[in-house]
């Protein structure tokens, strides 16, 4: 360690050799590491400051588990062999991620195929600059679109009954249908680029050889593309549940009344519910989960961290 | 070949599909901005106007919250480009093991959710602020600063990853060069690498101000008691909706078309100028970098629908009174809400005298759906001939609407319409 | 200004891997001297090591007289250009020679008038305001020179600069390359793992093979009296005939081979004796056609002629003698050549002066 910083610094001067070591300590140390680590040391911390914050620090302060019992059982006069609500909404949304996730990747999939081994030239640069166009537009932005196109005065609502398809206009929203559809709207880019960037580095020919041979496409697929395309399709699928499991603006606006975001939750305890260790508590148990799913997916693939993000 | 045939009408209307998936939302939004109608909707079409973006720039939530949106883009650029370009210069000089490790810790805010990171900047620097400073909303725990703090927690790796990307490219032996040349460190970062990142450095910047601009998740968290545009947008959105948020997105559209088209016209100019360069060191080239001309995209066709369309709409604008047509409209909806009033009457007094016989009822509200009809066909006359210079299109989407409704009163599904309509007036 | 380098007992290590073992020599100052070795025996370690950017592992380095230990490559008297040449892509060429006055903090117009002078040294006047990617290989080359010579070195050191160039250009940058060093009065240490470089460029050159130096000398010490096996075997082309000395006589090695007995000459800094294994070097151009073979001092073979090839000047010809040995010869084309048919059965001869037999050793493989 010694010797590395020694030809550390004669490579790269002291003014350099600080300004580099400095910044990504401070990244690392203050910004990514001490904050999650105070996160979870909250979680494990009763809501004094909330309830009595003379008791802060007092013989009181102690570390507890009450926050994530609470998660599992609710509160102690909750009839339920488990906290109904908030189980279900955890469970519901990480299968709903999934299900986004499987989702954007039967949609995308073609589609990153199509530009990087089909589409030529202008034609694919057309495509592939439009398909960013709509993600400079917010994502809150996005969101509202799909709640003027599903809301029950929605367009959809009054084109099908313009058509004569529907007699009643549907509930969108309530159904979670206007949730889903924004989700998944939400997340192509993150779907696409990465499968488009590792398909396209695919040599042609191999593709032609396997036609040549006589593999019917979906067998070339299967055979060729696809395991090739591997480290692509697990960035793009890391990403999107990610991103969709922690999604909390969406939600807000587009999931229904009576349905929630394990996120929106989270966020309850923030704001109106007023119990920061509660909240990081459940945020604790979200990140990890998330995390888990994506190292399984991960070792499932056999794709390194490295390769994600690329 | 017809089964490719039909492969390729396949595929192409997937990508219709595909794409009018991407488009459609974004272009319905854009059209109920400039429809007078009170909340989003694009049916019925009541107006052109263009008075939502007046709304919208007199919105002074929005307004301040796009200002503290601008302090905030501007410090996280600040704050994250150098990180992410120091973190990527030190992953470059780290060995195998060391370097997957500063890696995997580097990129990890960008696969933690937005609202874990919001959440633990916030929790750690209100500890800091209380323990160090000992005091409460001390200037730790202030929305701006650890907005900015939490943001660049990610949008750091962002630009990480930029600069990888484009260092990946740099040859280490012009370092060497310049320090063989008798260049310090300090001079060869800033004469040889500096100028090498530079075009990375601006896209970082860029790329960290939009990341910035457009989040919400950790925002929504950090931002304490101040409010970012993402937060009152979200606020907005969420406690009931009208159009000048829609205006809003098509002026976020128009800037990002405008941008696509400047960015897509200058890699033009660059290709062209690198195939000169060429031309000049091998002429040989010549045809090769001719027949290699990248791009048949229709840039001119692309600015020219675009000028068309502002010098349409502005024409529009001088020949059409939107004042003229909102009473209009208001007087059709008038006369529509007496045609459901007399259909209630009609219904009630269907109800009253023969509850049971219920042909009749059927019959009353076809003719009733007839008499509607013919209510509004000289209202439809007249506005055809009040406004025949400017309003073509709007005439016909009245034709439509009165299609639709025909529709939706439909005798099944009378009662429940009626209701509904009127909540939303 | 030029200065000698000294190396004393310089190591260079990674981790097991020994890249330059116990090097030990002085390159005299004003000397154009060469490292030639193929690739991978460590002769860039050691340029590197010279100029600053590899730490020995243990050893010194001087230039001029002083210990270079501790000093980084931006305060040595070394300018190095680059086998890449590394010319800075986003500079003019101006601004690529100026570079060294640019970080003294020398004006403009200063740094201006001498890339002039230097562009008009190294035959590129009014080149200057071009950007490096307009120019071609010989003359991005050129800057490169140019820019190396701009800091005013003691010790200019190049790392196969020529490499890139096709092979005209190589040639004509050989003598080009010769007349600056001369013109410019300094020492040049130049890496090559070519030996026409080596030869036609260099004042002395060192062998290197494994990371050790195999021997020193000028062009014809090293060419004509070859030190080690190979040495014999890298610089230009030779026949080799294992065998075991059955005699020393005269100065003379007596070497019995599968090929029959040679009588041979040896080397003095490796002398060998009776019973000792050895190798018997002889250059194709040492061997021609036998009209008489009873003359003493020459060595005889029988063999059949499998190949040939005109090359104008020489014919280049391949035998194999009766036991399988493959021999190639060169024979100067004077004009009266006598072509012989593939298969004839020819005998062939070479003096002992024109036979070298040395110690068993590490051959070169082309």
Redesign the interface.
């Known amino acids: 360690m010694r010797n590395w910083l020694r030809t ?1 610094l ?4 002291v ?2 050799s600080v ?6 300590a ?3 140390i203050v ?6 680590l ?2 979870l040391d ?1 979680s494990f911390r009763n809501n004094w400051q909330q309830i009595d914050p003379s008791r802060m620090g007092g013989p009181d302060d102690v570390y507890t588990m009450v926050n994530y019992h609470f998660l599992a059982f609710g509160s102690p006069n909750n009839p339920d062999p488990f906290n109904v609500v908030d189980v279900t909404v955890f469970f519901r949304t990480i299968i709903a991620a999934i299900c986004v996730t499987l989702f954007d990747l039967a ?1 995308c999939y ?2 990153a195929y ?1 530009l990087a081994q ?1 589409a030529r ?3 694919a ?2 495509l592939v ?6 993600f ?14 599903f ?5 959809i609502n ?2 099908l ?2 058509i ?1 398809i529907l ?3 549907i509930d969108f929203v309530r159904e979670d249908v206007a949730l889903y559809a924004g989700l998944g ?1 939400a997340y ?1 880019l993150l779907m696409i680029f990465p499968i488009y960037n590792v398909i396209e580095s695919l040599d042609k020919n191999q593709i032609e050889a396997a036609r040549d041979l006589g593999s019917s496409w979906w067998r070339i697929h299967r055979r060729v593309v696809i395991p090739f395309a591997k480290p692509g399709i697990t960035s793009g699928c ?2 999107v549940f ?2 969709s ?5 969406a939600p ?2 587009l999931g229904g009344p009576s349905s929630l975001w394990f ?1 929106q939750i ?2 309850q305890w ?1 704001n109106t519910g007023s119990n ?1 260790p509660r ?2 508590a459940y ?2 148990v ?2 990890l989960t ?2 888990l799913l ?1 190292l399984i997916l991960m070792k499932l693939f056999k794709v ?3 390769e ?3 | 070949m017809t089964s490719g045939g039909v492969m390729r009408i396949a595929v192409g209307f997937y990508i219709l599909l595909f794409f009018s998936y991407l488009f459609g939302p974004l272009l319905v939004m854009s059209f109920t901005a400039f429809n007078s109608s009170e909340f989003p909707s694009i049916s019925p079409w009541n107006c052109f106007t263009d008075e939502w973006f007046e709304v919208l720039i007199k919105d002074n939530q929005l307004m301040g919250g796009l200002k503290s949106s601008l302090v905030v883009g501007f410090g996280v650029v600040l704050l994250a480009v150098p990180i992410g370009l120091a973190a990527s210069l030190l992953i470059t000089q780290l060995r195998s093991r060391a370097r997957s490790v500063v890696y995997t810790i580097a990129i990890s805010p960008i696969l933690v959710p937005g609202v874990v990171l919001g959440i633990s900047t916030l929790v750690f620097w209100e500890r800091v602020d209380r323990v160090v400073l000992g005091a409460q909303d001390g200037f730790f725990y202030d929305g701006y600063f650890m907005t900015i703090i939490g943001q660049s927690t990610f949008i750091a790796a962002y630009s990480m990853l930029v600069f990888l990307a484009r260092l990946q490219r740099f040859d280490p032996g012009l370092e060497e060069a310049a320090l063989d040349l008798g260049a310090t460190q300090t001079q060869v970062f800033r004469k040889i690498l500096l100028p090498f990142l530079k075009p990375a450095i601006g896209s970082a910047a860029v790329l960290a101000f939009l990341a910035s601009f457009e989040n919400y998740n950790t925002t929504v968290f950090t931002i304490v008691s101040e409010s970012t545009l993402t937060t009152v947008l979200a606020s907005k959105v969420r406690y009931g909706i009208n159009p000048s948020i829609s205006s809003l997105a098509v002026i976020i559209i128009a800037l990002t078309l405008i941008a696509a088209v400047a960015h897509e016209f200058l890699k033009r100019k660059e290709e062209r100028q690198a195939i000169a360069e060429k031309l000049i060191a091998n002429p040989v080239a010549i045809k090769a970098g001719r027949s290699k001309r990248p791009l048949g995209l229709p840039i001119g066709a692309l600015t020219a629908v675009l000028f068309v369309g502002v010098l349409g709409s502005l024409w529009m604008g001088q020949n059409y009174d939107v004042d003229q047509c909102k009473v209009r409209v208001a007087e059709e909806n008038r006369v529509k809400f007496e045609a459901l009033k007399q259909q209630r009457l009609a219904e009630a007094k269907a109800k009253q005298t023969t509850s049971s016989q219920d042909q009749d009822s059927a019959v009353d509200a076809k003719q009733s759906s007839g008499q509607y009809q013919n209510i509004f066909a000289p209202s439809n006359l007249g506005q055809q001939i009040e406004s025949d210079s400017g309003a073509e299109p709007q005439s016909e989407t009245e034709t439509k609407d009165a299609k639709q409704y025909q529709n939706i009163f439909a005798p099944t599904n009378l009662g429940q319409q009626v209701e509904s309509s009127s909540d939303s007036d | 200004m030029s200065a000698d380098v000294q190396l004393d007992n310089v190591w260079v290590k990674f981790g097991d891997f020994v890249a330059v073992r116990d090097a030990n020599l002085t390159i005299q100052g004003g000397e154009f001297f060469s490292f030639l070795g193929p690739s991978g025996c460590g002769k860039t370690t050691l340029l590197r090591a010279i100029s600053g950017f590899q730490n020995p592992s243990t050893g010194r380095i001087l230039i001029g007289g002083k210990d270079m230990s501790g000093i980084g490559p931006n305060r040595r008297p070394t300018a190095l250009i680059f086998q890449n040449l590394a010319l800075f892509p986003l500079m003019t060429v101006w601004e690529n020679i100026s570079f060294a006055l640019e970080v003294k903090g020398m004006g403009k117009r200063a740094r201006r008038k001498k890339a002039d002078e230097l562009l008009e040294l190294v035959a590129l006047p009014a080149q200057g305001d071009k950007m490096v990617s307009e120019l071609s290989g010989g003359q991005k080359q050129r800057v490169a020179v140019a820019r190396a010579l701009c800091a005013e070195p003691e010790v200019l050191l190049l790392d196969e600069p020529l490499s890139a160039l096709d092979l005209k250009l190589r040639q004509h940058m050989r003598t080009e390359l010769r007349a600056i060093q001369q013109r410019a009065g300094i020492t040049f240490i130049y890496i090559t793992h070519d030996q026409g470089e080596a030869l036609t460029m260099s004042d002395r050159v060192a062998v290197m093979r494994q990371g050790v130096v195999d021997q020193i000398g000028d062009g014809t010490t090293v060419y004509d009296h070859p030190e080690t096996a190979f040495v014999a075997s890298f610089v230009g082309e030779n026949n080799s005939f294992t065998g075991t000395v059955t005699e020393m006589k005269d100065g003379l090695a007596y070497v019995q081979t599968e090929c029959g007995p040679i009588r041979s000459r040896t080397s003095l800094a490796a002398p060998l004796k009776k019973g000792d294994n050895a190798v018997v070097f002889v250059r194709p151009e040492s061997i021609h056609f036998c009209k008489d073979e009873t003359r003493t001092d020459e060595n005889g073979l029988v063999a059949t002629l499998a190949h040939q090839e005109f090359e104008g000047h020489f014919w280049h010809l391949a035998l194999k003698t009766e036991s399988g040995h493959d021999i190639r010869m060169s024979v100067m084309n004077d004009g009266r050549s006598e072509v012989y048919e593939i298969g004839a059965s020819v005998s062939v001869g070479f003096s002992t002066q024109g036979a070298i037999a040395l110690a068993p050793g590490e051959l070169a493989v082309d």
Request: hydrophobic share 55%; glycine share 12%.
């Open positions: 550390f004669a490579r790269n001067g003014g350099l300004y580099m070591l400095g910044a990504v401070l990244w690392v910004m990514i590491v001490l904050p999650q105070f996160m909250f949609l073609p589609i199509y089909v030239g202008g034609k640069r057309l600059l439009s398909l960013i166009i709509p400079w537009v917010n994502e809150l932005l996005r969101a509202f679109a799909f709640r003027i196109l809301g029950e005065e929605g367009t009054a084109i009954m313009g004569g007699s009643d206009p709207y192509i890391t990403m990610m991103l499991a922690g999604a909390l603006a807000q606006i996120t989270i966020y923030f920061w909240g990081s945020a604790i979200l990140m998330c995390v994506v390194k961290i490295g994600i993000g690329r």
